[in-house]
């Protein structure tokens, strides 16, 4: 996992943490911090594993670990933080040896991660494991977080 560990000591990737954790500081609802980018991961991994999916480890967690790390921009100038993302993303992959195929992968499924009709398994893992990722059930916020506007319903378990 030493790609991994590279992203999450990326210069550019702290500095996006930090500029979403002060966009976010005054937010009622799920934050997009690093307990959020580690869960994502992790329950990639597991859906990956559960499915028998053939999916490689480092993939799995860069995606997580990177899917929301373009949300400051949507709050800064109201770029989509998937597209930013994506592009942030990009940048990272490149500079800890992922090749180019293995960061299309990535890119892609980040870019598509809030759509919900999955565009390759991949990126369907990651909208699941992302909406897993939040505790709804026990939110003092679901009263009038967006998620549910539209009439879904909350979920605890996988
Ligand atoms: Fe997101
Ligand atoms: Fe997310």
Redesign the pocket.
């Given at each position: 996992m030493k790609r991994i560990n590279d992203i999450l000591n990326d210069p550019e990737y702290l500095l996006c943490v930090n500029r979403i954790r002060a966009a976010e500081a005054d937010r009622i609802y799920c934050r997009?911090d690093p307990a959020?980018f580690l869960d994502?991961a992790r329950l990639a991994r597991i859906i990956a594993l559960e499915e028998n999916f053939d999916a490689d480890k480092e993939l799995l967690y860069a995606m997580g670990l990177l899917?929301?790390i373009g949300r400051h921009t949507e709050y800064e100038n109201g770029t989509d933080h998937a597209i930013a993302g994506s592009k942030i993303a990009e940048k990272i992959l490149a500079r800890h040896g992922f090749t180019k195929t293995e960061r299309e992968t990535i890119t892609e499924a980040i870019e598509d991660?809030r759509a919900g009709s999955a565009a390759s398994p991949l990126a369907d893992i990651l909208y699941r494991a992302?909406k897993l990722?939040r505790n709804c059930v026990l939110c003092d916020a679901a009263a009038t977080c967006k998620r549910f506007q539209n009439g879904e319903k909350a979920f605890l378990l996988y």
């Open positions: 997009h959020h994502v899917h929301d991660h992302d990722s």
